[in-house]
């Protein structure tokens, strides 16, 4: 049935599915079949993007299991003010579409996706049915149990119109644009998964939105489907390009060269350890900023990193680094300083560019780097560092030259990270 509600919509839309589709033509197709319901969610406002994308995967994967019973379209939640995109000169960095990151046309081979913009359309009125705001059990937990119930609200992040008898909230930056029509509080344990029933029965609700939707594990972390949804989320085009003109005109490096050629459709895309070579320079994911200050003993200082780079540089015999980064421009020179006998490159778009793809563009131009190096050392416990290892997963490196971390100069023991390996 999945399949077939996902060959509908692609054959429906055929070549124009890349672009963005014009609301009426969706409304055709989805009014011949059976109405679809719409599902919405959003993510605790101080996550930054790479949790955020994997909170997509789970919510993605509940959306793939409700299309099972019914058709359900996933509509994605705008990108608005997260706290690590901080350049103030590039004009507003609010309501960012999906379309700006990814491929649509890839995340909807593995389920039905439309932007929020599109969802007004055609909602027409600006109001989502339902909204659960999910949070914990306030009794805490003494045993682990799959449970959901409407219970009082721990916080109040909405508010209610008296006289219109809407509610409002933060609604990805629409603010009063936007209102639902009914609100309440979810205490939650548990798997995505244990979603699927409430929505299924519980509510008729045609656009269902789960806030706090981080508040819901993996259904199940690491299997052939984890990964399926992972593959589906490819980014950009156009970012892809720009990061890969950066490798090929200051990296020496080519897709061709490095085996890591991409097939259009990633469900035809298989990969063994050891297929992709990656480009002749070594990649590091420095994180720095808040990271250095919350996760104090997992970074090291700058001069302790220049130390571990050169030295896996002699190894590797590799002469090029590439830092993606969020240091500031002293520490990277600091760096620099400490790697005096390496050439070392940092993506530094210019201003016009930077305008366009804004803050969360560069760092996907970082990660796509990163991934693409014959070698890839990241922070402990960064999402960022995460992402480029499942990218590099993807592409079928040898997770020998992937799943390597900086370690504190404390840190005698530097324990290297876990070994997600990809699963078909
Ligand atoms: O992606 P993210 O959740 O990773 O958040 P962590 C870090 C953000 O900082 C990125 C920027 O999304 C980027 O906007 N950033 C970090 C970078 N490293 C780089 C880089 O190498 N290049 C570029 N261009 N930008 C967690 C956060 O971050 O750190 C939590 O999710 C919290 O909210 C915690 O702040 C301390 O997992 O590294």
Not at 141 to 161: A, N, T, V
Not at 171 to 187: I, T
Not at 379 to 385: I, L, V
Request: proline share 4%; with cysteine; glycine share 4%.
């Amino acid at each position: 049935i999945i399949l077939f509600v996902l060959k509908l919509i692609e054959l429906t839309y055929a070549s124009e599915l890349n672009d963005f589709e014009p609301a009426s033509k969706f409304k055709i197709v989805i009014d011949q079949a059976k109405a679809p319901r719409y599902l919405l969610y959003d993510v605790n406002p101080g996550e930054g993007f790479n949790l955020r994308r994997d909170v997509y995967m789970r919510i993605a994967i509940l959306a793939r299991n409700l299309n099972v019973d019914s058709p359900w379209i996933l509509v994605l939640p705008p990108w608005s003010r997260l706290y690590h995109w901080k350049s103030r000169d590039l004009g507003s960095q609010e309501r960012i579409s999906w379309s700006a990151f990814f491929d649509l046309h890839s995340l909807r081979r593995f389920v039905p996706v439309m932007e929020f913009d599109e969802f007004l359309k055609i909602s027409q009125e600006q109001i989502i049915d339902e909204v659960y705001y999910l949070q914990h059990y306030e009794e805490g937990w003494d045993k682990w149990e799959e449970k959901m119930d409407i219970r009082p609200c721990l916080q109040k992040p909405y508010h209610l119109d008296v006289k219109s008898k809407l509610w409002h909230g933060w609604f990805y930056g629409y603010g009063d644009e936007v209102a639902a029509r009914k609100f309440e509080c979810m205490s939650v344990m548990g798997h995505a998964g244990v979603l699927k029933p409430f929505l299924m029965t519980n509510t008729t609700a045609r656009s269902v939105m789960l806030d706090r939707a981080e508040t819901v594990l993996h259904d199940r972390f690491g299997d052939s489907e984890f990964w399926e949804v992972r593959r589906s989320m490819r980014f950009s085009k156009e970012l892809r390009r720009i990061a890969d003109d950066f490798r090929m005109f200051q990296l020496d490096s080519t897709d061709e060269q490095d085996m890591t050629m991409l097939e259009d459709d990633w469900t035809q895309m298989k990969r063994k350890p050891g297929d992709a070579i990656g480009g002749p320079y070594l990649a590091v994911h420095l994180r720095r900023a808040d990271f250095a200050k919350v996760r104090e003993k997992d970074v090291p200082s700058i001069k302790h990193a220049a130390k571990q780079l050169k030295k896996m540089c002699k190894k590797m015999e590799l002469q090029k680094i590439f830092v993606a980064t969020d240091a500031t421009s002293e520490e990277f020179a600091e760096l620099k300083g400490n790697l005096k006998d390496f050439s070392v490159y940092r993506y530094e778009p210019t201003l016009e560019i930077k305008k366009k793809i804004k803050d969360g563009g560069v760092a996907i131009i970082d990660q796509w780097i990163c991934a693409h190096a014959r070698y890839f050392i990241g922070t402990r416990e960064s999402t960022f560092s995460f992402r480029i290892q499942d990218e590099r997963e993807i592409l079928g490196f040898n997770p020998d030259t992937t799943f390597n971390r900086l370690c504190h100069e404390k840190d005698k023991t530097c324990e290297q990270p876990t070994r997600w390996t990809i699963k078909y």
